[in-house]
Nanobody, 115 residues
Framework: QVQLVESGGGLVQAGGSLRLSCAAS????????MGWYRQAPGKQRELVAA???????NYVDSVKGRFTISRDNAKNTVYLQMNSLKPEDTAAYYC?????????WGQGTQVTVSS
C-alpha cells in the first residue's frame, strides 16, 4: 500500500507561480511512473503531467512550457512547478501513479488562480 500526500496549493494571481509537492510513503519500491492530475468543478479529471522513474516527462498541451514535473526518488517525492498560471488552471490537483491506482488517491491540494 502507498500513501500520497499533496501540498503546496493556494491562491495566486494570474501570471504567478506555485510549486506542488507529492510525498509518497509505504510500499514506495513499487512506484514507477507518476503523474499530476487535476479536476476543476464540473469537469473530468485530467492528467496534466507525467514522469517515469527515469525522469522522462510528458505534458498535456495546455500546460506545456509553463509546468515542469520532477521527482526525487531518494525522497519519494514528486513536484510540479507551475509558472505563468492562468485562471483556467484553477482546480484540485492530485498525484497518483500512471496508470492510476484508485486506492492511492490523497486529499489533493487546491490551486486557485485569480484574474
Amino acid at each position: 500500500q502507498v500513501q500520497l500526500v499533496e501540498s503546496g496549493g493556494g491562491l495566486v494571481q494570474a501570471g504567478g507561480s506555485l510549486r506542488l509537492s507529492c510525498a509518497a510513503s509505504g510500499s514506495t519500491f513499487s512506484i514507477g511512473a507518476m503523474g499530476w492530475y487535476r479536476q476543476a468543478p464540473g469537469k473530468q479529471r485530467e492528467l496534466v503531467a507525467a514522469i517515469t522513474r527515469g525522469s522522462i516527462t510528458n505534458y498535456v498541451d495546455s500546460v506545456k512550457g509553463r509546468f515542469t514535473i520532477s521527482r526525487d526518488n531518494a525522497k519519494n517525492t514528486v513536484y510540479l512547478q507551475m509558472n505563468s498560471l492562468k485562471p483556467e488552471d484553477t482546480a484540485a490537483y492530485y498525484c497518483n501513479t500512471v496508470p492510476i491506482r484508485s486506492n492511492y488517491w490523497g486529499q489533493g491540494t487546491q490551486v486557485t488562480v485569480s484574474s
